[in-house]
C-alpha cells in the first residue's frame, strides 16, 4: 500500500515551459487535492475533485489546469511557467472532505 | 469570510508542555483539523474535532469552542522530535475543502 506517490521529486523549469506533475492514490478515495507552499506559510489549495471527471478550484487556480480522469489519478498541469509558481507542490486524498487528508511526498518545483 | 490565526513561531524546553493556539473568523465549518509537518516533509494528521471539548491522543490533545471561535492543540512531556510546524486547518461549510492557516513553528530545546 503506497498511498499517495508523487513525481517528479524536483523539477526545474525555464520561464515558459510547460509539465505534468503526476499524483497517484492507493487508497479508494474519491476526493483528491492540490496544495502549494510557499517557503514558511501554509497550504493554499490549487484544485480540487470530489471523484472521477469532477473538479473544481481552489484558492488559487491560475497558471494551472487539472483533470481527473480516473479515481487514482489527479495530475496537475502547468502552462507558460512563471518565477511566481516557484513553490513545494503536494497532492492529498481522503475517503470524504470531513476525514482526514494523506499527502504525498511533495514535489519542489523551481521557475528561472 | 474566512481567516485563520496561529502564532508563527514557539520555542519550548524538552519535558515541558506547550499550548499552540488557532483562532478563526468563518461562517461556520464542519470540523477543525490540526496537522504536523518536519521540515521538508508532507503533512501527517494528528487530530480532528467536530464537537466542542477536548480530545486527547496520548501526548497530545486537541480542544475546539465553536462559541469563542478558538482551538489549541496541547503537547505533553515535549520531546526534541516535536520540533516541527503545526498546521490548523478547518473545513467551512457547504465546501468539500480545507483552509489552513499558516502553521506554528515549534522548537523543542534540551
Known amino acids: 500500500n503506497a498511498g499517495v506517490t508523487q513525481t517528479p521529486k524536483f523539477r526545474i523549469l525555464k520561464i515558459g515551459q510547460s509539465m505534468t506533475l503526476q499524483c497517484t492514490q492507493d487508497?479508494?478515495?474519491?476526493?483528491m487535492y492540490w496544495y502549494r507552499q510557499d517557503p514558511g506559510m501554509g497550504l493554499k489549495l490549487i484544485y480540487y475533485?470530489?471523484?472521477?471527471?469532477?473538479?473544481d478550484k481552489g484558492e488559487v487556480p491560475n497558471g494551472y489546469n487539472v483533470s481527473r480522469s480516473t479515481t487514482e489519478d489527479f495530475p496537475l498541469r502547468l502552462e507558460l511557467a512563471a518565477p511566481s509558481q516557484t513553490s513545494v507542490y503536494f497532492c492529498?486524498?481522503?475517503?470524504?472532505?470531513?476525514?482526514?487528508?494523506?499527502f504525498g511526498p511533495g514535489t519542489r518545483l523551481t521557475v528561472t | 469570510g474566512q481567516n485563520i490565526d496561529q502564532p508563527t513561531e514557539m520555542t519550548a524546553t524538552e519535558g515541558a508542555i506547550v499550548q499552540i493556539n488557532c483562532t478563526y473568523q468563518?461562517?461556520?465549518?464542519?470540523?477543525l483539523f490540526w496537522y504536523q509537518q518536519h521540515a521538508g516533509e508532507a503533512p501527517t494528521f494528528l487530530s480532528y474535532?467536530?464537537?466542542?471539548g477536548l480530545e486527547e491522543k496520548g501526548r497530545f490533545s486537541s480542544f475546539l469552542s465553536r462559541s469563542k471561535g478558538y482551538s489549541y492543540l496541547l503537547l505533553k512531556e515535549l520531546q526534541m522530535k516535536d520540533s516541527a510546524s503545526y498546521l490548523c486547518?478547518?473545513?467551512?461549510?457547504?465546501?468539500?475543502?480545507?483552509?489552513f492557516g499558516t502553521g506554528t513553528r515549534l522548537q523543542v530545546f534540551p
Open positions: 487508497m479508494n478515495h474519491n476526493y
Open positions: 475533485s470530489v471523484g472521477a471527471g469532477i473538479t
Open positions: 492529498a486524498s481522503s475517503y470524504s472532505f470531513s476525514a482526514e487528508q494523506y
Open positions: 486547518a478547518a473545513s467551512p461549510y457547504n465546501t468539500d475543502k480545507l483552509i
Open positions: 474535532n467536530v464537537l466542542d
Open positions: 468563518t461562517s461556520g465549518f464542519n470540523g
